[in-house]
């Protein structure tokens, strides 16, 4: 998984680039691994992850290691080893005097 790389889900509409992230990290969307092409049949989406993702929201791990972007919502949500992925907090623009 190298940055710029297209991940789709298998189980909806769902698509994210990665920014930043490397080696053998699996990135799954509603509990199934994601790919870079999507399959002629989607398989069925885990209830545990299916709060959904955000276009133009960027996900990353607890350890910040791993940064998404989503650039196509859907209807499962983003993990890596079973645990979920959170949305990046907007950091906030100095105050100008």
């Given at each position: 998984?190298?940055?710029?790389?297209?991940?789709?889900?298998?189980?909806?509409?769902?698509?994210?680039?990665v920014i930043r992230g490397g080696?053998?990290?699996?990135?799954?969307?509603?509990?199934?691994?994601?790919?870079?092409?999507?399959?002629?049949?989607?398989?069925?989406?885990?209830?545990?992850?299916?709060?959904?993702?955000?276009?133009?929201?960027?996900y990353v791990d607890a350890a910040?290691?791993?940064?998404?972007?989503?650039?196509?919502?859907?209807?499962?949500?983003?993990?890596?080893?079973?645990?979920?992925?959170?949305?990046?907090?907007?950091?906030?623009?100095p105050s100008s005097d």
């Open positions: 998984m190298k940055p710029g790389t297209r991940l789709k889900s298998v189980v909806c509409d769902a698509e994210v680039m080696g053998d990290m699996v990135v799954a969307c509603g509990g199934k691994p994601m790919a870079e092409a999507r399959p002629a049949e989607r398989e069925a989406i885990n209830p545990a992850f299916a709060e959904g993702t955000r276009v133009g929201k960027r910040g290691t791993v940064e998404l972007l989503c650039v196509k919502p859907g209807q499962g949500s983003l993990s890596m080893g079973g645990v979920a992925l959170q949305v990046k907090d907007a950091k906030p623009l």
